[in-house]
């Protein structure tokens, strides 16, 4: 966290107490610091290119509806303390639903879906999930024999251990501990592409092993996944409340330009309306590629962090509302979510029945058999991860494949008509997790003192 490597930086003499903030970016990292900062006593100004904090995590208007949208479904994992924390502070932690039950579906051609429960049992963590992986049904017992042997040496690796396999991707791991190919596409690859947009053969063993090592070995709660109930913007209002009760300010809508640097230190930023901001200390919560525009050629020679920032890749995420009519009044699917096995589309969430109004649809005129049900729609969200493959797919083949994808999940679906879809194309979601990026991602604070970074993309101690 940026606040917590200002406050080394101070332990060690680097920077003064900070009187002001200016803070770009207002995604989770700029909206975690700036709440921080503000309950600390620091007057925080937050800047935001778009009209919603959130950045990838917020929610948009679909023009064709009116209706507030996510852009794709983030999960939140009970390891995931640091964004627990900020949800606390925030107060909106009560909006956050919990699963201790996740659901999985092995789609086979021509055969119902089997589908499989993870639940952590009695037995004390590491040894929780043991019972729900040996009755996973889609893996033969052989499959099941070598999961548990990898994530036995999962257990007995250290965290410095674990540091030395960074420039090995996760599938090399793999195959050096003699996971089978079902193993492989049935397992390790449905939760690893999930869990870190990246594919196996591209994925940093060390990541990868961190997954399994902090969300699922931990403690028996590290794996829970809590979705909100609501708009993920809707997380979000609270933010500006704290930041401007402590006499900080919330500029939305405003880019920031050029950061200015005057011998070792950041003076100020220039914004796209023309003005020029100015505090003790600067925080580029920012993507890489945005902040690199940021900064000219006397700054990248300064600080030493900035000057990989051209060499990161980034990995792209699907996220696709589907709306299905409901002709009787009943769901198309009554669990909250599905993990797809075997399938394009990797997960579907429930978002529940609505009315066609509720949905921002049209009101059917035709009246075939029951009136009321038919202006009834299931609400689904699909997500695809690492979706190299579909993001240069049109609309209209994603939506096609989809929806074929749900009726094959979901047997009540397969004569159900979509009544609307809507597909958002994350093309640089997340940086790519690849062996040896762990040499270019930058500590929060570096050669120029008044100067932090956040982000996913930094050296943050996590995927």
Excluded at 4 to 17: E, I
Excluded at 260 to 280: M, N, P
Excluded at 396 to 420: G, N, S, T, Y
């Amino acid at each position: 966290m940026p606040y917590r490597a200002a406050q080394h930086a101070r332990r060690n003499g680097s920077l003064a107490p900070p009187k002001s903030a200016l803070i770009l970016g207002g995604g989770l990292a700029g909206i975690a610091a700036a709440v921080r900062l503000a309950q600390e006593g620091v007057k925080v100004h937050l800047v935001e290119t778009r009209k919603r904090l959130g950045g990838r995590a917020t929610s948009f208007t679909d023009p064709a509806t009116g209706r507030t949208l996510d852009n794709c479904q983030h999960v939140l994992m009970g390891c995931c303390t640091n964004l627990l924390d900020l949800y606390e502070r925030l107060g909106v932690s009560d909006r956050i639903t919990w699963h201790r039950r996740l659901h999985f579906a092995a789609v086979r051609q021509g055969r119902a879906p089997v589908i499989d429960t993870l639940e952590a049992d009695d037995l004390p963590a590491p040894m929780h999930m043991t019972g729900a992986l040996m009755g996973f049904r889609c893996l033969t017992f052989l499959e099941k024999l070598a999961i548990a042997r990898a994530m036995l040496a999962m257990m007995r690796l250290s965290v410095g251990d674990r540091a030395m396999l960074h420039n090995q991707s996760f599938l090399q791991w793999l195959e050096a501990h003699h996971q089978p190919p079902g193993a492989i596409e049935k397992f390790w690859h449905v939760i690893i592409v999930s869990a870190l947009n990246t594919p196996l053969d591209r994925a940093a063993a060390d990541y990868a092993l961190q997954v399994f090592q902090d969300g699922f070995l931990a403690h028996e709660n590290a794996y829970l996944m809590g979705l909100s109930d609501g708009p993920l913007v809707n997380l979000y209002d609270r933010a500006e409340e704290v930041i401007r009760a402590s006499g900080g300010e919330v500029s939305l809508g405003l880019a920031a330009g050029k950061l200015q640097l005057e011998r070792d230190r950041i003076v100020g930023v220039k914004t796209s309306d023309g003005r020029t901001f100015h505090a003790d200390h600067y925080i580029a919560a920012l993507p890489f590629d945005r902040l690199l525009k940021l900064c000219g050629v006397e700054l990248l020679k300064a600080d030493t962090r900035l000057r990989p920032l051209d060499r990161f890749t980034t990995s792209p995420i699907l996220g696709i509302h589907l709306w299905f009519e409901a002709p009787r009044a009943r769901p198309v699917m009554e669990l909250p979510h599905l993990v797809l096995i075997d399938s394009p589309l990797q997960w579907i969430f429930n978002k529940g029945l609505q009315t066609r109004a509720e949905a921002g649809l049209s009101e059917r005129s035709e009246g075939n058999g029951d009136r009321a049900g038919s202006q009834l729609v299931q609400h689904l969200h699909g997500v695809i991860s690492a979706a190299d493959d579909w993001v240069e797919a049109p609309a209209e083949a994603i939506l096609a494949m989809a929806a074929d994808e749900v009726r094959k999940a979901l047997p009540c679906a397969a004569d159900l008509v979509l009544a609307h879809g809507k597909v958002i194309k994350e093309k640089r979601a997340t940086f790519a997790c690849v062996p040896g990026i762990d040499h270019i991602r930058p500590p929060a604070t570096g050669a120029i003192a008044n100067l932090l970074l956040a982000g996913d993309w930094c050296r943050s101690g996590w995927p």
